[in-house]
């Protein structure tokens, strides 16, 4: 069975550094883009952007990517979202998803989803 | 940014049909968008029902199907059931990026 495990819920300051994970399990990790999508209280579905664990090959949603940093270490079959300054404006649940394979990601679907990660940054 | 339009609410009664739709900014929809349709309760992760327009998975109900519809990316549900009662979200591949609709919230009722 598919399963991707987030990390827990962080509550930071304003300001703050973190970094969250999303561990894959029960399939062959390196081969199927991962990605992260946020959605803040309330509100919608956000496509963040995504990896491709076997080279590391990263794709941004421009309104993100001077914000966040997408990672993966591959030894511990595991991708991270990165923020090196938080703002109270990223409280938001954060979940990671798989895309259906190796291919061209946008072709493939997107067929599991993590618990989610819950993040509150008081300012 | 691409914005991608749903409509923002819908009701049906137990047993009819609804249909959702999935708008673009960028222009009419085709299957080159690749729609996937997702569906979320509310405190849960949302779930995929449909990929690359019409594709479903092993888990999507029979009575869920995905189509194209006048230049809008179309999911129907029938015979509605009270636990599809949920939000559902659309994505297109759109502008080099995938961008989600802003979601319909489907009451049966």
């Known amino acids: 069975e598919v399963q991707l495990v987030q990390s827990g819920a962080e509550v930071k300051q304003s300001g703050e550094s973190l970094k969250i994970s999303c561990q894959g399990f029960?399939?062959?990790?390196?081969?199927?883009?991962i990605g992260w999508v946020r959605q803040m209280p309330g509100k919608g579905l956000e496509w963040m952007g995504i990896i491709f664990p076997v080279d590391s090959d990263t794709r941004y949603n421009p309104s993100f990517q001077a914000q966040v940093t997408i990672s993966v270490d591959k030894s511990i079959n595991t991708a991270y979202l990165q923020w090196r300054s938080l703002k109270a404006t990223d409280s938001a649940m954060y979940y990671c998803?798989?895309?259906?394979?190796?291919?061209?990601?946008?072709?493939?679907?997107?067929?599991?989803w993590g618990q989610g990660t819950l993040v509150t940054v008081s300012s | 940014q691409p914005v991608v339009t749903q409509e923002p609410s819908l009701t049906v009664s137990p047993g009819g049909t609804v249909t959702l739709t999935c708008a673009s900014s960028?222009?009419?929809?085709?299957?080159?968008?690749?729609p996937n349709w997702f569906q979320q309760k509310p405190g849960q992760a949302p779930r995929a029902l449909i990929y690359?327009?019409?594709n479903k998975y092993s888990w999507t109900p029979a009575r869920v199907s995905g189509f194209i519809l006048g230049g809008k990316a179309a999911l129907t549900l029938s015979g509605v059931q009270p636990e599809d009662e949920a939000d559902y979200y659309c994505?297109?591949?759109?502008?080099?990026?995938?961008?989600f609709g802003g979601g319909t919230k489907l009451t049966v009722l």
């Open positions: 994505l297109l591949y759109t502008a080099g990026i995938q961008v």
């Open positions: 960028t222009g009419a929809v085709t299957s080159g968008y690749y």
């Open positions: 029960g399939y062959r990790f390196t081969t199927y883009w």
């Open positions: 690359s327009t019409s």
């Open positions: 998803v798989r895309f259906g394979g190796s291919g061209t990601y946008y072709k493939l679907g997107i067929d599991s």
